[in-house]
């Protein structure tokens, strides 16, 4: 009885592993360089865009899309209905300005681990489970957020590089449009709209 409790258990770590492995697999299909910039770099040191985020959403429904960005930007820009998590990981401040940028003062949002934790029990999600930041070009919002959960053991944790707007063109009639890449370039106009699902939506406290 012992001998089959033993063959029994390491047939089951083996299976474990081999699921790993296999997840492991997909991901590295999927993921990218990361930025050159190294304040673009997360903890994690997981990065993908938006053309292979929508891909491997595809293959595999138990990656989570979490979109940091704002309720203005969801209602005025668009967003994604892919996108199980929408919580702003940074907050403007419409009373203040930031004179470097320049453009209004931001903050991280206090309560981003504590929605974002509310979200994952609804989504049986854990801190296993692969999850892809989004913001709007993949720089100042998705990396603070990256970095909280990090801090709270959240390691399978992906950047969209690009984000959802994609970066500027450089150049042409279409100077400074986000039109480079991001997710309503590169991925297929039916994956993203204007109208919100209330289900969905974030909603201030």
Known sequence: MKKMNILAGAL?????????????????KYAGA????ADRHTPQGLYIDAAN???????????????????????FVGYTP?????????????N??????????SKINDNFIAEFEEKLFDLGADKDTAFVIMCRSGATRAQPAAKMLDQYGYKNVYI??????????????????????????????????????KEKAYLEK
């Open 160 to 197: 969209m590089t690009d984000g959802f707007e994609g970066g500027k063109v450089k150049d042409g009639p279409h100077k400074q449009w986000r039109m480079k890449a991001g997710w309503k370039v590169d991925n297929p106009a039916d994956t993203w709209t204007y109208k919100i699902d």
């Open 96 to 105: 203040k300005f930031d004179e470097k940028k320049p453009r209004y003062s």
């Open 34 to 37: 990361a930025p050159s910039k």
């Open 12 to 28: 089951l770590a083996a299976s474990l592993a081999v699921t790993s492995g296999a997840y492991a697999v997909e991901a590295s």
């Open 82 to 94: 892919m996108a199980q998590i929408m919580i702003p990981s940074v907050t403007f401040q419409f």
């Open 53 to 75: 985020t929508y891909k491997w959403m595809k293959e595999d429904d138990s990656v989570v899309l979490v979109d940091v960005r704002t309720p203005a930007e969801w209602q």
